[in-house]
């Protein structure tokens, strides 16, 4: 079945398939693979991160983000990790993990290329490092994120995880796992 759509960027008119469409979604879930983070796609990763802050906020404080200077060194630390998510070795996707103490850890660092988001890599990437953190010995995950980011949060929350804390623009979740 076609259904004509109205591509909001353009203004032109888009036929788009429905089964095409879902066949190039499982062909992209298939084909990402989810790997420990290397210095080979460190600048990758440092710049995807820094691309959503600037989309989000029009500007970059880099004094609030020196772990991106050396993902592997910053993210080698007992009870981290930091993945990437690979298409072809084209890096469309990050997420991490640090360890919190008490046997919690923190979920950061979530980010996804602009053009592969809405086709649950990111929840794909937060069940890459739950299964991570539990096997690490981790019980619970804990988060936070803009309260305004209304795509993250509604990812969050369809995983699973539970606001338990707001603060100021910030929204803390967690999970036990």
Known sequence: M???TVNGNAG???VFDKKLAAAELKMIKSDIKI??????????????ILNGFQ???GFIDHSLNPDLNSLTETYSAEGALFLAGLIDNELVCTGAITNEG???CRLQRMSVKKEFRGQGIAGMMVRKLEDHAKAAGYIKVVLETNIAWDNAV????????KEYKMEDEMIHLSKDI
């Open 154 to 161: 509604n990812l969050y929350k369809s995983c699973g995880y």
């Open 102 to 104: 008490n046997g919690e």
């Open 2 to 4: 076609k259904i004509t």
């Open 55 to 57: 989309e989000r906020f």
């Open 12 to 14: 032109k008119p888009h």
């Open 35 to 48: 790997v420990e983070i290397t210095k080979d796609h460190e600048t990758a990763a440092k710049e995807l």
